[in-house]
């Protein structure tokens, strides 16, 4: 019998007693040195020398952080750079995240319209089976612009599978209310949206309160007000919070957007993760060997931070 | 000295006297039983041998059209739903195409924030120069949803590299009005997204009428009059107009995508060219294995229906 993904998060949360999610976002000129020098003597081209190094230091980061938070959000976009030997990185880390039992969301912000948008679900949701899709992800980030018919191809492959999506509601950057906030009725684009996510996770779900669906969405927290909000209209739906960290924000801003036993959301930090031996405050305590030590005390810390400040303190 | 997109792209429509736009769309259970073969004694698993079916049969409807029509668009979705086998065989299409002196645009519909959308605008905007980016396309698909800012990195890339993007203005898929016509003070979302689009293109090109900027547009053909109003709404916008052929639309319905000398827009079809071997009105006038005569009769009906019924009947 399969299992639903948000009960695969939800037991993964409880599991690791945090919603603390780590993004893998590989840059190359941030990569520690001896990743660097490791893949250029593997390789034949810097496509290739680049998509080794990906792949290693996301092995390692994988490594590191397994043991203390439930998933892992690989972004597509940094593999995709160095073509398909980057795809094929993408590929090998989402399958090493999977063995390590770590949950897997790709986050890709995929849209397309009826068989193409299916090729996109069949492509990255691999849901219970990491054999069903190529990118084996448990979930993947998707875009609602095109409309909400086409988001039906993913949420029906996603049911099949055991798999979730988180579609794109709220963006925290500079520029996000640009078209997101076109208002109609004192109704703005990102609120109409968030109601026909909510509507689609009710589908996928059962309509009791505390239970919920596989259609998940993407919230960022630029104001604890609007999150808040948004987490009332949508009480079946899973949320996945990024910003924590580089982009600002602390564990206090997004303490709305979980329910009282401290589930439905996930708290994503990438960078700050990544490269904590590149940054403040952890710069003087690191060198650059001992990265993968910054990553755990980054990871360790975000964990806490969560736990102080926000309902997921209460997960058992 | 740079070539700009836009000049690029007319020259070739100028060149083949067509703005004939052929998709490529590979769909395994309707692809020539002859081209499966062959693939599969030359393949290690199933994953492999569509993608080399794909590929062998993407390059052979570029042999056919490439005399006839200026530009293809190959379709990211079904090659990456084959994993980093299929995004090998795009980059190898895209290539091919390139080198047999076609336009590219790669339909993968991308969009993210900052640096991210900058790691997608490396992966696929090559430009004028086809060894600048790994899918080495001219332009490409990208969603505006995240907010006019997260177009600038596409932009930048686009001006810096002779590129060009199309900007998802208006879709033509039966729920496409679920967001898109979301009205504030009379003024659609889609109408907001073109006016944000016409001016992106208006600090890309020089701002005389007749000047085209490398910031385009997709546009669906649902309603003549609608693709008037854009055309009019976004005049130094290129646009892409899918929904020829397999999407029920006639040339007729996108006369009015045109500027008075033919120019300014390209018609699409993908299926009904691709596998016109296998539908109406070709099936019973060619065998399976005659499918390539079938993807040529197909294009030159589409280059004849669309001067006839269009100002780009005027082009010279």
Redesign the interface.
């Known amino acids: 019998m399969m299992t639903d993904y948000a009960d695969r998060l939800h037991a993964a949360i409880q599991k690791k007693r945090t919603p603390a999610l780590v993004g893998l ?1 590989p ?1 190359l000129d941030q990569l520690p040195t001896e990743i660097i020098e490791k893949a250029r003597n593997a390789s034949i081209n810097e ?1 290739e020398m680049a998509a080794n190094a990906f792949e290693e230091f996301c092995k390692h980061i994988i490594d590191v952080v397994s043991p203390l938070v439930p998933a892992v959000k690989p ?1 597509s ?2 593999f ?9 990185a ?2 090998r880390v989402i399958s090493y995240a999977r063995q390590a039992g770590l949950i897997v969301i790709c986050d890709a ?9 299916l ?2 679900a ?3 949701l691999a849901g219970e089976d990491p054999q069903a ?3 084996a992800a448990d979930a993947l980030t998707v ?8 988001l039906e191809p993913f949420i029906e492959t996603a049911v099949q599978r055991g798999a979730g999506i988180y579609v ?1 509601v709220r ?1 925290s ?8 906030d ?3 009725q004192d109704q703005k ?1 990102y609120q ?2 968030a109601a ?1 996510v909510e509507e689609s996770a009710c589908q996928a779900a059962s309509n009791a309160v505390g239970n919920y669906g596989c259609v998940g969405a993407v919230v960022g927290a630029t104001y604890p007000q609007e999150l808040q909000q948004l987490r009332r209209a949508m009480p079946h739906v899973p949320l996945l919070i990024p910003g924590y960290g580089a982009h600002g924000g602390g564990a206090v801003d997004v303490a709305t957007a979980f329910d009282a036993d401290g589930l439905g959301a996930i708290i994503n930090s990438s960078r700050g993760i990544n490269f904590a031996y590149n940054a403040e405050p952890y710069k003087e305590q690191f060198a650059p060997d001992q990265w993968e030590q910054a990553v755990e005390l980054a990871t360790k810390e975000m964990i806490k931070d969560i736990a102080n400040n926000t309902p997921a303190g209460n997960l058992q």
Chains 1, 2 share one sequence.
């Open positions: 976002d840059r496509y972004q976009a940094f995709e750079q160095l073509g398909a030997a980057g795809c094929l993408l590929q912000k995929r849209g397309d319209i009826g068989s193409t948008a090729g996109y069949k492509a990255y899709a190529p990118f875009n609602p612009y095109l409309g909400s018919d086409t794109l963006t950057n500079p520029g996000a209310a640009s078209f997101q076109h208002t109609e684009l109409k949206v026909s």
